[in-house]
């Protein structure tokens, strides 16, 4: 099993991805090739001493950088490091793909060199929201900002499978993120998918407000690319800022800074668990392989937990799932997969 | 100036209702309309003793309860507490109103009763989001789930005037909330209101990404009523979250114990500053009258701040503007609306 690591992707790529990458092999035993400028990835490697076997280098002349236009600069950058690694899982050598370069840029080169899972209409980035102990997987976050009710069903049905397959959830718990309970509630589309989502064979538990996200009341949360990313990032902000004003106010008197010394390491681990990059990336869903996305401020330790989960998700059976519970839609639409969902349950009963 | 008050509406009526409006009076020498069950008022007032002159009971038989449909309660309660009251700003006995209710509800009988200022295509509830001493002004959070393009550029103007006549803010910074911070970003619906919000004299400062509202980067945030909803309750959700894993955290052992009761009273007043309910309540904009809502869990301190608010809405020549900003629309569309402005604009300067 070998990880196919972008290591010139994200913010402090090469450095903490190289260091992420010796982690992963340190503690876990993982098989990384380490994909992009053979010179720069040397020179980080060699701070480390010397380099275990089954960390290999890829060489990658060019890199998608943050401002490019993602799906241009794949086309057009035959030789970025996040293509040379998405080849190496085309061609078998690797299993599983880990980046945290720009999100629309691995998406893009996944869709140009492995393509759709057969059946998926649109494949969705999901995030693994910090709420709940294993997490809650949201998706879509941000792929597909204008959706068609079946996309979002499939979202339903490609995050079950995901957090059943990965996480070992048994029947995992599907939500519809929506401003009320009722079936009634929402806009057009939040009401139709409800509806359609009823139809399905999927642990489907109504409408989740997203107030009660955090309640843990739900192992896949279904939305919009657009609301999810929005959700997502409300999240990511309200949490700086409440941790912010915690400093302020800990730093405001001195008997306060005398107690805040002492909670000093209680907050720093609070903090670090709301943080979605703690979680070990998101998975590109419906794609044509194990990929998966880590935060573009990912350190060591953020991307030695994505190769793990790049790993778990590979020899998870995930994707041969995914492939049993969508395949038919391609022919019936929603319902087919639906229906699908339903037999891969009475074979398994 | 007399306040129009709900004292049926909200989870804690009549107890808070009427204590809020006795502390109104005293603090803000502010009168009150107290609408609702005269028997149920009499008893809540009788606890605080003599009742001050200026504080009124103006009988109302009915309420629209919390799981009423909202638009139907309206129309079949006639004599519900909400529909009386808006009936006082209607014939001129009171110049505000605030209500703790069903928003819907309110919104309903707003409608019902009031009518929309002339031009207004689609009133917006308003939310002050807890980020800023003054707070940013969010609309619309859940009156409008599908929208037109043309309502959030008028959600956009409606805001503009009521942060300049309640607020005092000279030229309001007014943002889009979405996904990223290009004029390409988004989806469907902000791409087009993007393009449009340029084409009007408002102060527009772009796209606004979720994470970097805290930031107080604008004073008005314009949102169709389902984003605008989710990002309230995220909002909402996370702050909950983040407190009480605080306090889990903070009671785990002895020594955390020990500090946490020297910072005690700073976390309550983080925590309270963080919550929407605080800051006076939320407008309608764009119904013909000045009608606050509070929050569902009002307690006497909210009510005795929607009041001060109700009051300065309805001083502030607040409506005045919005008529003077919108009317033209109902004849040339956004474009006249836009050169509204602009005229008002010349004559000030």
Same mark, same amino acid.
Request: charged share 25%; net charge negative.
């Given at each position: 099993?070998?990880?196919?690591?972008?290591?010139?992707?994200?913010?402090?790529?090469?450095?903490?991805?190289?260091?992420?990458?010796?982690?992963?092999?340190?503690?876990?035993?993982?098989?990384?090739?380490?994909?992009?400028?053979?010179?720069?990835?040397?020179?980080?490697?060699?701070?480390?001493?010397?380099?275990?076997?089954?960390?290999?280098?890829?060489?990658?002349?060019?890199?998608?950088?943050?401002?490019?236009?993602?799906?241009?600069?794949?086309?057009?950058?035959?030789?970025?490091?996040? @293509? %040379?690694?998405? $080849?190496?899982?085309?061609? !078998?050598?690797? /299993?599983? +793909?880990?980046?945290? =370069?720009? &999100? #629309?840029? *691995?998406?893009?080169?996944?869709?140009?060199?492995?393509?759709?899972?057969?059946?998926?209409?649109?494949?969705?980035?999901?995030?693994?929201?910090?709420?709940?102990?294993?997490?809650?997987?949201?998706?879509?976050?941000?792929?597909?900002?204008?959706?068609?009710?079946?996309?979002?069903?499939?979202?339903?049905?490609?995050?079950?499978?995901?957090?059943?397959?990965?996480?070992?959830?048994?029947?995992?718990?599907?939500?519809?993120?929506?401003?009320?309970?009722?079936?009634?509630?929402?806009?057009?589309?939040?009401?139709?998918?409800?509806?359609?989502?009823?139809?399905?064979?999927?642990?489907?538990?109504? @409408? %989740?407000?997203? $107030?009660?996200?955090?309640? !843990?009341?739900? /192992?896949? +949360?279904?939305?919009? =690319?657009? &609301? #999810?990313? *929005?959700?997502?990032?409300?999240?990511?902000?309200?949490?700086?800022?409440?941790?912010?004003?915690?400093?302020?106010?800990?730093?405001?008197?001195?008997?306060?800074?005398?107690?805040?010394?002492?909670?000093?390491?209680?907050?720093?681990?609070?903090?670090?668990?709301?943080?979605?990059?703690?979680?070990?990336?998101?998975?590109?869903?419906?794609?044509?392989?194990?990929?998966?996305?880590?935060?573009?401020?990912?350190?060591?330790?953020?991307?030695?937990?994505?190769?793990?989960?790049?790993?778990?998700?590979?020899?998870?059976?995930?994707?041969?799932?995914?492939?049993?519970?969508?395949?038919?839609?391609?022919?019936?639409?929603?319902?087919?997969?639906?229906?699908?969902?339903?037999?891969?349950?009475?074979?398994?009963?």
């Amino acid at each position: 099993m070998i990880v196919a690591l972008d290591a010139m992707g994200g913010d402090l790529a090469p450095t903490e991805t190289v260091a992420g990458a010796l982690l992963a092999k340190r503690d876990f035993g993982i098989d990384v090739a380490l994909v992009g400028a053979p010179a720069a990835i040397r020179q980080e490697l060699a701070k480390h001493g010397e380099t275990p076997a089954g960390i290999e280098i890829v060489e990658a002349t060019e890199v998608v950088e943050m401002d490019d236009s993602p799906a241009q600069a794949v086309r057009q950058k035959k030789q970025a490091s996040i @293509n %040379v690694a998405m $080849d190496l899982i085309k061609d !078998g050598s690797a /299993d599983a +793909l880990l980046s945290a =370069g720009n &999100t #629309g840029a *691995v998406m893009a080169a996944a869709l140009l060199k492995l393509g759709r899972v057969r059946g998926v209409e649109r494949p969705a980035i999901g995030a693994m929201a910090p709420f709940t102990d294993k997490g809650i997987l949201i998706l879509d976050i941000g792929a597909n900002v204008d959706c068609k009710p079946s996309w979002l069903v499939q979202f339903g049905q490609m995050g079950s499978v995901y957090m059943e397959k990965v996480f070992g959830i048994v029947q995992p718990r599907v939500g519809l993120l929506n401003i009320g309970e009722e079936e009634t509630k929402g806009n057009e589309l939040s009401q139709e998918v409800y509806s359609r989502l009823q139809e399905t064979s999927l642990n489907f538990v109504g @409408n %989740v407000e997203p $107030d009660r996200v955090p309640q !843990g009341v739900v /192992d896949v +949360l279904v939305t919009d =690319g657009f &609301t #999810g990313n *929005v959700a997502v990032k409300v999240t990511e902000g309200v949490a700086d800022f409440i941790f912010s004003q915690l400093r302020k106010t800990l730093a405001s008197r001195l008997h306060y800074k005398l107690a805040a010394a002492v909670l000093k390491p209680a907050l720093t681990q609070m903090r670090s668990k709301m943080d979605y990059g703690e979680y070990g990336g998101a998975p590109l869903l419906g794609v044509d392989g194990a990929v998966i996305v880590a935060h573009g401020r990912a350190n060591a330790q953020a991307i030695k937990s994505g190769l793990l989960r790049a790993r778990e998700v590979a020899s998870s059976g995930m994707l041969d799932a995914l492939r049993g519970a969508l395949e038919p839609s391609a022919r019936d639409g929603a319902k087919g997969a639906a229906a699908a969902t339903r037999s891969r349950d009475e074979t398994r009963a």
